[in-house]
């Protein structure tokens, strides 16, 4: 407990941990050799001068393997969102990342609620200030694109009125009306 009398967080270390990098990648390697168990792998560290127990292996491969599935979940996402963003360019992929985003973060507090409970105040605020700055600075692109799109149809009108009006009325008018639902389905997206 800290000096206000609330838990501190600890990183979790083990012994494993605290082995040379050398040491803790044949851990690793042996650890995905399925036929290893727990206790070979803490007989080999014992032979190599380290007092681990067999109990310490096993909660170091919990938590890598709870660390390789987050890791997988992970890419799993950034694949799909790949994807979908090059079979639709026109999809606003902002949106897609911010609602992964808000996934993971209430992912996080139903299975971490002990951690939320100790989150400082001022952290979580924090949290969902980010998370409102980036509304507001996507409707902000958003009205930006929306006011160029105006300012490029209003361009396009003038220029097809200079160039046709006088020469071709019809094709001018149909140009323009052309020019009007375009851009009212941009709107509408």
């Known amino acids: 407990m800290s000096e206000d009398g609330k838990k501190k967080r600890t990183r979790i270390r083990c012994k494993i941990d605290a082995l040379p990098e050398d ?40 938590r890598q393997n709870a660390v390789a599935k987050r890791l997988s979940e992970v890419q799993e996402q950034t694949r799909m969102l790949v994807e979908a963003v090059k079979d639709n360019p026109d999809v606003d992929y902002t949106e897609a990342s911010m609602r992964m985003l808000i996934t993971s973060l209430t992912e996080k507090i139903a299975t971490a609620q002990e951690e939320f409970d100790q989150m400082d105040l001022a952290e979580a605020g924090r949290l969902i200030v980010s998370l409102s700055r980036t509304k507001v600075y996507k409707e902000r692109v958003k009205a930006e694109i929306e006011k160029r799109a105006k300012v490029a149809l209003e361009l396009f009108k003038k220029e097809v009125r200079a160039e046709l009006s ?4 019809e094709l001018s008018k149909r140009l323009m009306e052309v020019a009007d639902r375009v851009a009212n389905r941009m709107m509408e997206d």
């Open 23 to 62: 040491q803790k990648n044949m851990v690793r390697l042996m650890l995905m050799d399925t036929s290893n168990t727990y206790l070979e792998i803490a007989l080999y560290l014992q032979e190599q001068g380290y007092e681990i127990s067999k109990s310490a292996v096993g909660r170091y491969a919990l």
């Open 166 to 169: 006088g020469q071709e009325p």
